[in-house]
């Protein structure tokens, strides 16, 4: 999949870029991947957004058992 994300011109290096960082790392929140690198977190939510809409990466929410929102987590799809 690493390789067709790489070959995929509609993407920007950035959105490469963060594919690579989760697809190498599993799972990761927005925090980590601003820790990571210079882009402030609306650019990195930007590039996460395009690669859902791409059907690379899916989005996860956790959450505790009462309901209350802990944190969301990006995975790579395979």
């Known amino acids: 999949m690493i390789e067709k994300v790489y070959d995929d011109n509609t993407l920007s290096f ?3 870029g ?3 960082a989760i ?7 927005v925090d980590q991947l601003v820790e990571s690198g ?3 977190a609306d650019a990195v939510r ?3 957004k395009k690669l ?3 059907q690379y ?3 996860s929410v956790v959450r505790e058992k009462n309901g209350n929102f ?3 987590y990006y995975q790579v799809i395979e």
């Open 57 to 59: 990466i899916k989005k």
């Open 52 to 54: 859902i809409e791409k």
């Open 14 to 16: 950035k959105e490469k």
């Open 38 to 40: 210079k882009d402030k």
């Open 23 to 29: 697809y190498l790392n599993e799972t990761m929140n």
């Open 46 to 48: 930007s590039g996460l």
């Open 70 to 72: 802990v944190t969301v």
């Open 18 to 20: 963060l594919y690579t």
